[in-house]
């Protein structure tokens, strides 16, 4: 259940006569997990399956409330294969504690989760939870780096900026880097944003302009820092390519770090196995799904390529660049007409996160 972040308070408890064993703990997870749909039906077995004493925790934003202040939605859970097994649990009376992982699968991708459940019967013979608290391993690794100022607008507009730029929303994020810019005018990763959508559009005077503002700026960054933005101000290619491994190592959990870096990697196997490690810890990441199709497509893994590109169409249908890319692979296929279908919805959709040139559909 990955959109289930639940995670839990203080349970107050009576152990009774009725004694719970871990199989009949582990059996009432499966049956949850087996009427797994999006339906009220199903959120009100959930919300049906919890002990009078449950509290909702949320991790993210640290609310606690009690069960009666919370109404279950359908939209908590998924629309696909939800699964999960106890990795260890133990018995004591008539409450079960199991620490487990689960996995979320939806289109190609597979998302994994840890989480701690509490199971209690009650005089009835009912089982219901106690606690749940889960956390999505991928939202470990949601944050770019350790970054050199800590304070929680800069955390906003620097997570907007970077976020944006990893779902290939271009323009937005040089909008985050605008606010960031302005509201911390000393921090030269601030200008990313606009260094990206530069580089995207190939406007090379602009990149060029915005190489020295962020180099008369660097100096306060941290380590990590320091080496991203070395790497996108470097000349030659062989500190590129030097700086990229010093800043994957420092931050190997930055999408646009990992894409950059394999940009700048002449191996391509190295190139394939990076994306794909932080693919793994960022499912479906648009930008990352649309670098891995052009490897594939560099190896002709054509079908394999095919896959990751139709995923970005279908679940980011959003993004012109699903179409766009959609359309080289076509093109690369020798199917024109599907090709400019492609080029042609990519041109048509909102210009403002994507610099398309029209005229590249009537090639």
């Known amino acids: 259940m990955k959109k289930l972040m639940i995670y839990a308070g203080s349970a107050v408890f009576a152990v009774s006569c009725t004694s719970l064993s871990v199989d009949e703990a582990r059996t009432y997870q499966s049956e949850m997990e087996a009427a797994n749909a999006p339906t009220e039906e199903h959120a009100s077995a959930f919300e049906n399956g919890l002990h009078d004493d449950f509290a909702y925790y949320n991790g993210a934003s640290g609310n606690v409330w009690p069960r009666e202040e919370i109404t279950v939605t359908p939209d908590w859970f998924d629309e696909d294969t939800t699964y999960s097994e106890f990795v260890s649990a133990l018995a004591v009376g008539n409450v079960v ?3 487990g992982k689960g996995t979320s699968t939806y289109g190609m991708f597979d998302i994994n989760t840890r989480y701690h459940a509490m199971y209690t019967k009650d005089s009835d013979g009912s089982v219901k939870w106690l606690r749940n608290m889960a956390v999505n391993e991928h939202l470990l690794a949601y944050r770019w780096m350790k970054l050199s100022i800590d304070e929680e607008r800069f955390n906003e507009l620097f997570r907007g900026m970077a976020m944006n730029s990893t779902h290939l929303r271009f323009t937005t994020s040089a909008a985050y880097s605008d606010s960031l810019a302005e509201e ?3 921090y030269a990763p601030a200008h990313f944003g606009h260094m990206l959508l530069a580089w995207q559009s190939g406007d090379e005077t602009k990149f060029t302009e915005l190489v020295e503002t962020v180099k008369s700026k660097m100096g306060g960054e941290n380590e990590a820092e320091t080496q991203w933005m070395m790497a996108m101000t470097a000349d030659e290619p062989e500190m ?3 700086h990229w491994q010093n800043a994957l190592n420092l931050a190997p959990n930055a999408p646009m770090i990992a894409t950059f870096y394999s940009f700048n990697q002449p191996n391509m196997a190295v190139k394939e196995a990076v994306i794909r490690r932080v693919l793994d810890r960022h499912p479906g990441n648009p930008g990352l799904c649309n670098v891995l199709g052009y490897i594939l497509m560099a190896q002709d893994r ?7 590109f139709e995923f970005n169409v279908d679940y980011n ?6 179409f766009d890319s959609m359309g080289d692979w076509y093109a690369r296929n020798g199917d024109k007409e599907s090709a400019l279908e492609m080029f042609q919805k990519a041109a048509d959709m909102d210009p403002t996160n994507f610099t398309f040139n029209p005229d590249r559909a009537e090639e």
């Open 97 to 99: 504690s199991a620490f």
């Open 184 to 186: 911390y005018p000393d």
């Open 302 to 308: 054509m079908d394999e390529a095919k896959e990751y």
């Open 317 to 322: 249908g959003d993004l012109a660049n699903s």
């Open 240 to 242: 590129r390519t030097y």
